[in-house]
């Protein structure tokens, strides 16, 4: 019998513990379809906040340009074209993270720049272990608040805030089939599942309550600019 060393023991050990295994190549679309299912649940309610914020903080970048235009100084100047800018980058900072996201890493081999494929790997065994081909991320069984279902995938959701996507057609070990119940059944046995609603709610609820952090911002900068404004025009 061959000697195994300690390590390879421990790999070989690790590979007997996953129950399933599933791998595919991270697309950009993948990503807007996970943003959209965000957006879908939070429903109107979630839009509105999106829109109020950005429109709150382009009251203030609108209210900036009079300044720096009627009290042209290196400090208004400044404030304006810092609050334009960061009108501009709340505007467009979805599209800007999901290509972020997929930026691919690149790799030099003796001539130009060729890109690799981000490829995830999800684990299912004691823990849910997910690699990203540069980073591992372990999740508790436990921190699963909600699991939904379509044709091409399971969504689970930890928390509010993010989903972690399970593609049917991407099994590299065991099948869909066999993993709903497994998935169900090891989510459900401490804290039960979210329902839709409130899952909906709390996506709302997480939605605003960043929001109104920075809203709060947004209010002392449009009174520091209204202060500004009057002082300079005296």
């Not at 995830?120 to 990203?132: A, K, P």
């Not at 709903?180 to 804290?191: G, R």
Request: aromatic share 12%; charged share 25%.
């Amino acid at each position: 019998m061959a000697h195994k060393s300690p390590a390879r023991r421990k790999l070989e050990q690790a590979q007997e513990d996953i129950l399933f295994q599933n791998s595919f190549e991270v697309t950009l679309q993948q990503l807007k379809d996970r943003r959209k299912l965000s957006q879908k649940r939070s429903g109107k309610a979630g839009l509105w906040v999106d829109i109020f914020f950005e429109a709150l903080f382009g009251v203030v970048a609108v209210m900036s340009l009079p300044l720096a235009i009627l009290a042209p100084t290196p400090v208004n100047i400044l404030v304006a074209v810092i609050f334009v800018g960061v009108f501009i980058f709340l505007v467009t900072r979805a599209p800007r993270t999901q290509h972020k996201q997929f930026k691919p890493r690149a790799l030099v081999k003796g001539g130009p720049k060729t890109r690799s494929p981000w490829i995830q790997t999800i684990r299912f065994g004691e823990s849910i272990v997910v690699d990203n081909g540069g980073t591992t991320t372990k999740y508790p069984y436990g921190g699963i608040r909600f699991i939904e279902e379509n044709d091409e995938c399971f969504y689970l959701w930890y928390g509010a805030g993010r989903a972690l996507a399970v593609y049917k057609n991407a099994f590299t070990k065991g099948d869909a089939e066999e993993f709903k119940p497994f998935i169900f059944a090891k989510c459900s046995q401490k804290e039960a599942l979210w329902s839709n609603r409130e899952l909906n709610r709390r996506i709302v609820v997480d939605q605003i309550s960043r929001a109104a952090m920075l809203v709060s911002v947004a209010v002392l900068l449009i009174g520091f600019l209204v202060f500004h404004l009057v002082t300079d025009l005296r």
